[in-house]
């Protein structure tokens, strides 16, 4: 593809390398944009070189004007936000945002292998090399729906290769967050690729986004083994009734254990179809099978060194006082407007915040009250910190929460809650049921909301 640098806007420079002087471009001082690598409507992605560590990066330039026009400005920055929350080793990794008054540049992960497409449309691929992509993008899926995120476009497509011929999910401009679903718990937007969508996005029902990404993993896991779609036909209508009725047939290579895992993906009923974890459990699948870092639950905490320490720690606690909040960090954290800069900010605290008129010391008594009604064990940190550990077992361990509280001023305190270790969603279970009605008489006002009712000492 010819090469094409970037619109040069006021805070790019030209720059004439030393490889036959070719002009290129300096964005934000920080990289290089070199070789133009795909474009879309409303972006153009770029090779680049991140000056200070020569990394190669990709970068995705996208037309604000352009966005803004078509009114997806808010499916862009969904995108962004999925990309942020979805760090796994077979995610495509996203660095950093930036913006100019014309244009987002978000910076990527550069996977040069290529699409897993490019690979299959060379020929079908033999299974063990089949099951090994496949195990990686369960891997990522499972990760993406733990964090409450369907992508509704697997294809592959959006498959990406890196140098170790490792998986990488990419392109989440299609996913979907908790948000988005409506009253009756369930997506309602028909959106992805015919041949790889589930017969129920195609209804006019809703449908769970989770168990439609399962059936795609199944048509992408048919189409590594036998090199064509299981649903196909020149007629379009034609097609859709094949995959209404899970019509398909499998070519006579199938080996009996991909033929019967693929049938429990490809089933018409969704709620009759194998779930990830129903996956995960197939001898198939387990062969060679190995868990990313991502997913390694953390060891239990020794309990009696916690006592110990947290015994020593109360004594520093108690004549000690709590750590002052930047009142510039303060105002940016409780502002409820999308701020492209603050939101990507590599220091950017994840978690839950709100603003009290109560001591700091009565605000922990509150803290330690309700980690003993919700059966948590509680370990003190210096300079008012509280870990909250959970006893049972959840899908990813036990859950652990940090609440730390901050002085603003001397009638006004700043308390954020983050998650340690465990499920996130099960983290936010926990905010809404429980932490929020439990301190509702100590907030003033939680992040992105007004002010309400306040607690007087």
């Not at 209404?244 to 049938?263: V, Y």
């Not at 839950?352 to 309700?370: D, N, P």
Request: net charge positive.
């Amino acid at each position: 593809m010819e090469e094409q640098p970037a619109n040069h806007s006021p805070q790019e420079t030209h720059h004439s390398p030393c490889n036959g002087g070719d002009p290129r471009s300096i964005i934000f001082g920080k990289y290089e944009m070199g070789r133009l690598l795909g474009k879309g409507t409303f972006a153009k992605v770029y090779h680049a070189r991140n000056l200070k560590t020569s990394e190669s990066v990709a970068i995705k330039v996208i037309s604000k004007d352009l966005v803004k026009k078509e009114g997806l400005m808010e499916q862009i920055t969904r995108e962004i936000s999925v990309m942020r929350l979805v760090r796994h080793p077979n995610v495509v990794d996203i660095k950093e945002v930036m913006a100019t008054k014309q244009k987002i540049f978000v910076v990527m992960e550069y996977v040069k292998g290529g699409e897993l497409f490019a690979k299959v449309a060379r020929g079908r691929l033999k299974e063990q090399a089949a099951r090994k992509y496949f195990q990686q993008l369960i891997s990522a899926v499972d990760f993406c729906h733990s964090r409450g995120v369907s992508h509704r476009d697997l294809k592959p497509e959006n498959l990406l290769l890196d140098d170790d011929e490792n998986l990488k999910v990419s392109d989440f401009g299609l996913s979907a967050l908790p948000e988005q679903l409506r009253n009756d718990g369930l997506l309602h937007t028909r959106c992805g690729t015919p041949a790889y969508v589930a017969p129920e996005v195609l209804r006019k029902k809703g449908y769970d986004g989770a168990k439609a990404d399962i059936w795609s993993c199944g048509v992408i896991l048919y189409v590594l083994l036998a090199g064509f779609l299981p649903f196909q036909d020149e007629n379009v209508m034609k097609m859709y009734t094949k995959i209404f009725k899970a019509e398909f047939e499998f070519p006579p290579w199938f080996s009996h254990e991909a033929k019967r895992l693929i049938s429990r993906l490809l089933v018409a009923d969704p709620e009759r179809r194998i779930t990830i974890q129903g996956i995960m459990r197939v001898p198939w699948f387990c062969k060679g099978f190995t868990r990313s870092a991502t997913f390694t639950i953390q060891e239990p905490i020794d309990q009696e060194k916690l006592t110990e320490q947290s015994k020593e720690l109360e004594l520093v606690r108690s004549k000690s006082s709590p750590p002052f909040y930047n009142a510039f960090e303060f105002i940016s954290s409780m502002s409820s407007g999308f701020d492209l800069s603050n939101l990507f900010e590599n220091r950017t605290k994840s978690g839950s915040l709100f603003t009290s008129r109560c001591s700091a010391s009565s605000i922990m008594g509150k803290l330690e009250s309700l980690a003993k009604k919700l059966n948590f064990r509680t370990v003190w940190s210096k300079d008012y910190k509280l870990r909250m550990q959970g006893v049972s077992e959840g899908r990813k361990g036990k859950l652990s929460v940090t609440a730390e509280v901050y002085e603003v001023a001397p009638e006004v305190a700043v308390v954020e809650f983050s998650k340690s270790a465990g499920d996130t969603l099960e983290y936010r279970k926990l905010c809404e049921e429980d932490i929020r009605p439990a301190l509702k008489d100590m907030v003033w006002s939680w992040q992105g909301e007004s002010c309400g009712c306040a607690c007087q000492d």
